[in-house]
Nanobody, 117 residues
């Protein structure tokens, strides 16, 4: 069974930073592209960023480009999302998903990120 669990969320003021982590099980971490998605109440999940299996390729939605950094540690099987210069529009539940930008699926338990003053 594929499982993905995100952590590291919380409340932060605009301009602040958070680092999210995602631990996984049920599939071979190092051979799969991975993705972060986010969801606000009443809407479906939106793609945020993806990273290739070897970590050399990354892609970001336009709204977070230059502020968010996706990375992974294939020795520890952990996916990360460094979020800097956070804005109120970034408020959402963030989850990690198996797959890349166009084929992500099986997103797991998310972590709430709230950006407000």
């Amino acid at each position: 069974e594929v499982q993905l669990v995100a952590s590291g969320g919380g409340w932060v003021q605009p301009g602040g930073s958070l680092r999210l982590s995602c631990t996984t099980s049920g599939f071979t971490f190092r051979t799969n592209s991975l993705t972060w998605v986010r969801q606000v109440p009443g809407a479906g999940p939106d793609w945020v960023a993806s990273i290739t299996a070897n970590g050399f390729g990354t892609s970001y939605r336009y709204a977070v480009r230059g502020r968010f950094t996706i990375s992974r540690d294939n020795t520890k099987n952990i996916l990360y999302l460094q979020m800097d210069n956070l804005k109120p529009d970034d408020t959402a539940v963030y989850s990690c998903a198996k797959g890349g930008e166009y084929d992500w699926r099986s997103w797991g338990q998310g972590t709430q990120v709230t950006v407000s003053s």
